[in-house]
């Protein structure tokens, strides 16, 4: 039954981790697409001397494509992408072959990274030490104080949550944010008693309840050159490996 508790409780914090990045890759990837279909089939550009060798003539929409396939890293989208032909301008640029070479070349190197990033957390991780919650000094509400321990800083997000039923892993929010963290932060996390209630109507005073910690290392979605879906960063950075739960009985 503890095992089962725990799993549901590291499926809850990793269902919940995209709150702390606004936008998803599948939110950019569509609009993207969805771009790309907007431009008519037909609509080209050529002799386009200035252009490297291979861009001097193209199809504007099978250019889209291309620029969607390589910054989402899907090879997919190479698909539609046609070489137009032309006496006078080369055009292998935008290829389906030259597209699909250009995203596993983006891949490749995204992958350095991500292993590189893995390897320097597993060396020094910031992790939870400790956290307390007491009375604010409005006399109403309350405060996380919570302590880490580690000398690397880096982008993490903390949650916590009011474990409400241990047999479902049932949860109720109290905070949840992105936090730039290292060993020497020292945080306190207000948080209004009405909130609380908004979310667990049942919550009364003076009593103790389970609360929930959770502390994952944020890796966002990549950056200007290249976007990573979560199936990418879990195959070579599980979110479970960079994941620290922590559990305590707290009297509000």
Sequence with gaps: MLARLLVLALLTVLSNASW???????????????????????ENQSGLAFNPDGYRSYYVASQCFQRVAVEFRDERLCAPVKERRSLFSSS??????????????????????????????????????DFRIEANGN???????????????????????????QSTAQTALLHASGYHIDGSSNLRIYIRQED???????????HPYIVRASLVLSIGIGGQSGKWSDEFIE???PAKARTQIMEKEIQF
Excluded at 31 to 41: F, L, M, N, Q
Excluded at 97 to 116: F, T, W, Y
Excluded at 139 to 147: A, E, K, N, V
């Design 196 to 206: 609380i209630r908004k979310r667990f109507p049942q919550f009364a005073l003076n």
């Design 20 to 42: 702390a990045f606004g936008v998803t890759y599948d939110d950019l990837r569509s609009a993207g697409v969805k771009r790309c279909e907007s431009i008519d089939a037909s």
């Design 235 to 237: 195959k070579i950075f």
């Design 139 to 165: 006399g109403r509400d309350f405060d996380i104080i919570p302590s880490f321990v580690g000398a690397a800083a880096d982008g993490y997000s903390l949650r916590f949550d009011i474990l409400v039923s």
């Design 92 to 129: 292998w640029g935008y290829s389906k072959a030259n597209c699909q070479k250009l995203v596993r070349e983006g891949i490749a190197a995204d992958r350095k990274i991500l292993e590189d990033q893995k390897s320097r957390y597993l060396q020094g991780p910031v992790r939870l030490r």
